[in-house]
């Protein structure tokens, strides 16, 4: 299997609906409008931008570009690594946002996930841009929230972190799931 097929593969499957309508927005001069507007995930949009030679395997500063400008900084560092090494390693320990973990907690978490994110630290500024980014949508302030946790911490996000974290809210039943 192709490791940069795998890669923007993995990308899509990390972008919200909210950053994917970002990414269309600002390749409006690179794409036809009836074109994007068909687009409906980050891989549909990703292979447009390969067919159109916008971004290719020696050539990823256009993608890195749009990461930058949705504050994905996550996806950019994984795309240097990839230009650096061929490849992208995650760390058996780090969460993800497709690994069970973050699915765990979202689906149990609720209305305590501002009690949950103090404890690993985030800031109450990061929260606040998060609910007012998405103020209808509690699941989404939690994932972002997450994402926020991961790309601060960045190697050192563990998922003994949140089971320990979890533990410190008395989700226990949470932090017990998580560690199946």
């Known amino acids: 299997m192709d490791p940069f097929l795998t890669l923007l593969h993995t990308f899509s499957l ?4 909210t950053e994917l309508s970002s990414l269309k927005f600002l390749c409006q001069d690179k794409i036809r409008k009836r074109r994007l507007e068909s687009v409906q995930s980050g891989r549909e949009l990703f292979t447009i931008l390969l067919e159109q030679q916008d971004i290719t395997r ?16 996550d996806l950019v560092s994984k795309l240097k690594q990839f230009a650096e090494e061929g490849e992208v390693s995650v760390p058996d320990d780090r969460p993800d946002a497709n690994e069970k973990p973050i699915e765990v907690i ?14 690993l630290e985030l800031s109450d500024v ?14 989404e302030q939690l994932v972002q929230s997450l994402r926020a946790w ?24 949470v932090a017990d799931l998580v560690e199946q």
């Open 150 to 173: 991961q790309m601060w911490k960045g190697r050192d996000a563990k998922v003994t972190d949140l089971i320990k974290a979890l533990r410190r809210c008395n989700l226990n039943l």
């Open 14 to 17: 990390n972008l919200s609906d």
């Open 58 to 73: 020696d050539d990823v500063a256009f993608l890195e570009e749009l990461f930058k400008n949705i504050k994905r900084e």
């Open 126 to 139: 990061k929260m606040d841009r998060i609910m007012a980014a998405h103020p209808f949508d509690l699941r």
């Open 106 to 119: 979202c689906n149990n978490v609720g209305r305590q996930w501002k009690m949950l994110m103090r404890e």
